[in-house]
């Protein structure tokens, strides 16, 4: 129970009151296209326009207050009729996120747009930012220090050193990135892309003193996506991932498949594995009906924090909408493997 508690404290302390504390990330990166990379705004191979919704419950095992994340978005393209060869991408997407027992909760807003050209009939070009409010706050009568450790159990009746100032900050954020994709013919669609996150190093820091220390480090994202149909029962998705921040970083690789259950892929069966290198690997399964695909994913953590949690790491959930202006009429000029 100790060490628990002791393991709670220190993972809250680095990750939470210092700014060189890593991003929220999710497991299902292809699932979260505008927290991943602006560029992906109105990004859609294969409909008009989506909504979504994603949620992540991470060390439930080992966290009385486990790590909650919740997001919103939502994009379209627009302008079509006017520009030529090429399109906008117009989205919203709102971040929600409360860490441990200290009471840490993070809620972030972005407006995001992109721009979209074709090269040809078989490429296509998009560069996009995003700019947004980010707002922090935390109750520090929840919080336990190590100077209020008595050798056996964290007293709150001890007095604490640690002293903050501002329980309640909030700054600008802004990210930017670009997208390639190809697709030769109908059966072969690759995708990559690449981002930068908090471009103005916004300072973020709950002490009195604003340090260089205390501005949020660059974050570095880039994947790459392929969507490859067999045949008319399968189309297989393949995905690599790399985030850097910090001087942390993160390396996810994986397949997912998509099984026709009927017709003209009204409904799918979605199933796949993924690695993140030296910290968990990841099932994923899903089910799509008429557009509208729900997709669940589990981390079993592979890394040393296994011997704490017993292997239980995240639950992720995905519920995704997308559609068209026109049903029945698709004007998408993005050739993507479809049934």
């Known amino acids: 129970m100790i060490k628990r508690r002791m393991?709670?404290?220190a993972l809250l302390l680095l990750a939470v009151l210092f700014s060189k504390a890593q991003d929220l990330h999710f497991s299902q990166f292809f699932n979260s296209p505008l927290s991943t990379n602006p560029a992906n705004t109105g990004f859609i191979p294969d409909a008009d326009y989506r909504i979504g919704a994603h949620f992540r419950n991470q060390w439930s095992s080992i966290l009385a207050a486990p790590y909650k994340t919740l997001s919103l978005y939502g994009d379209a393209q627009v302008f079509r009729e006017r520009l030529d060869n090429g399109w906008l991408g117009l989205g919203g997407l709102i971040l929600a996120d409360e860490?441990?027992?200290?009471?840490l909760r993070s809620t972030k807003i972005y407006g995001s747009v992109a721009y979209?050209?074709?090269?040809g009939s078989s490429s296509l070009l998009s560069a996009g930012f995003n700019v947004g409010w980010a707002n922090k706050r935390i109750d520090q009568s929840k919080l336990k220090f190590p100077d209020q450790f008595d050798g056996k159990f964290f007293d709150g009746n001890l007095g604490t050193?640690?002293?903050?100032?501002n329980?309640?900050?909030?700054?600008?954020?802004?990210q930017a990135g670009m997208n390639y994709a190809y697709f030769p013919h109908e059966n072969v669609y690759i995708n990559?892309?690449?981002?930068?996150?908090?471009?103005n190093r916004p300072t973020e820091t709950f002490f009195d003193q604003a340090l260089d220390s205390n501005r949020i480090p660059m974050r570095h994202i880039a994947f790459l996506n392929a969507s490859l149909k067999v045949n008319d029962r399968v189309i297989l998705n393949p995905n690599a991932y790399y985030t850097y921040q910090a001087k942390a970083s993160s390396f996810m690789l994986g397949l997912a498949a998509n099984y026709n259950l009927s017709g003209a892929g009204e409904k799918q069966l979605i199933a796949g594995v993924y690695y993140r290198y030296n910290d968990a690997a990841v099932a994923v399964l899903g089910f799509e009906l008429n557009n509208i695909r729900f997709t669940f994913s589990y981390d079993a953590t592979t890394s040393s924090l296994r011997n704490f949690n017993n292997s239980q790491g995240a639950q992720e959930f995905n519920l995704m909408k997308r559609g068209f202006y026109n049903p029945g009429g698709n004007t998408n000029q993005?050739?993507?493997p479809r049934f």
Do not use: E, K, P, R
């Open 192 to 199: 990559a892309g690449y981002s930068i996150h908090h471009i």
């Open 116 to 119: 979209h050209q074709m090269l």
């Open 161 to 165: 050193s640690v002293a903050l100032t």
């Open 334 to 336: 993005v050739m993507c």
């Open 167 to 174: 329980n309640n900050i909030s700054y600008f954020d802004m």
């Open 99 to 103: 860490a441990g027992s200290g009471g």
């Open 7 to 9: 393991i709670s404290v």
